[in-house]
T-cell receptor, first 114, second 112 residues
Framework: EAGVTQSPTHLIKTRGQQATLRCSPISGHTSVYWYQQALGLGLQFLLWYDEGEERNRGNFPPRFSGRQFPNYSSELNVNALELEDSALYLC?????????????FGQGTRLTVV | GESVGLHLPTLSVQEGDNSIINCAYSNSASDYFIWYKQESGKGPQFIIDIRSNMDKRQGQRVTVLLNKTVKHLSLQIAATQPGDSAVYFCAENTGTASKLTFGTGTRLQVTL
């Protein structure tokens, strides 16, 4: 069974551009979580989607947005990119809308803003 | 609360010794906790979990201890091996419609 898959693995953008990151959860998982991990730092919660709806949002500006599709895959969009947006963006999925189950992570998308 | 953007503390242990990684969690309502291991260039991987109705859970070479009184979680790794070198994160969840909140992480370095 395939795990959580993220694409692309690496993305290089210039300041002011937009980035789109994609995540496919494990089959049967309905919840998708996005986290930002700056180099050498911890994981900062970005967004949580379940059953196509945004359920929770972290302390990030509105230029960070996303959506979840009917097949439960998800997109993270970052508009007006800034240098400090350079980070590893991780997606995780779980079976249900609550997280009292193990969350499985993808390998991440390394976004570099130059 | 949210994990803060602090640089990761490092724990150095000799191969064969036991490792203890600590985590202080923030929400007294949290009822589910997970330890994750993140190797360089990879996403976090599940190690072990524990629910708040337990104070100890054992896996293969790993033990998680939960002290709800002081909101403290620890991960013990027995007979630490070079392959255990990684960053370890604890995560908490309240069990209601919420998100996993991660601790700042600890880098474990295993020396030969």
């Amino acid at each position: 069974e395939a795990g959580v898959t993220q694409s692309p693995t690496h993305l290089i953008k210039t300041r002011g551009q937009q980035a789109t990151l994609r995540c496919s959860p494990i089959s049967g998982h309905t919840s998708v979580y996005w986290y930002q991990q700056a180099l050498g730092l911890g994981l900062q919660f970005l967004l949580w989607y379940d059953e196509g709806e945004e359920r929770n949002r972290g302390n990030f500006p509105p230029r960070f947005s996303g959506r979840q599709f009917p097949n439960y895959s998800s997109e993270l969009n970052v508009n007006a990119l800034e240098l400090e947006d350079s980070a590893l963006y991780l997606c995780a999925s779980t079976k249900s809308g609550t997280v009292n189950t193990e969350a499985f992570f993808g390998q991440g998308t390394r976004l570099t803003v130059v | 609360g949210e994990s803060v953007g602090l640089h990761l503390p490092t724990l150095s242990v000799q191969e064969g010794d036991n490792s203890i990684i600590n985590c202080a969690y923030s929400n007294s309502a949290s009822d589910y906790f997970i330890w994750y291991k993140q190797e360089s260039g990879k996403g976090p991987q599940f190690i072990i979990d524990i629910r708040s109705n337990m104070d100890k859970r054992q896996g293969q070479r790993v033990t998680v201890l939960l002290n709800k009184t002081v909101k403290h979680l620890s991960l013990q790794i027995a007979a630490t091996q070079p392959g255990d070198s990684a960053v370890y994160f604890c995560a908490e969840n309240t069990g209601t419609a919420s998100k996993l909140t991660f601790g700042t992480g600890t880098r474990l370095q295993v020396t030969l």
